[in-house]
């Protein structure tokens, strides 16, 4: 079976198990999303892209691999 979900959720999934879980401050959880949100403004925003987008076709190819 396949699930596909945008990494934006897994991603808030993370965020909110690591507020719950392990104590992390709701604020700082904050402040880092706005850095990267100001980070995807600058010239490093398609070198982060594509490294994503790489190490997510690394994923999806591992786990064709398990089938």
Same mark, same amino acid.
């Given at each position: 079976m396949t699930v596909? @979900?945008? @990494? !934006? !959720?897994v991603l808030g999934f993370f965020a909110w198990g690591a507020v719950? /879980? @392990?104590?992390v401050r709701t604020w700082i959880v904050v402040l880092i999303a706005l850095f990267g949100f100001w980070l995807s403004h600058? /010239? @490093?925003a398609p070198a982060i892209e594509s490294g994503t987008r790489s190490g997510v076709?690394?994923?999806?190819g591992l786990?064709?691999?398990d089938e």
């Open positions: 596909s @979900l945008p @990494l !934006v !959720v719950k /879980f @392990l104590g600058t /010239f @490093l076709t690394v994923i999806n786990a064709h691999l």
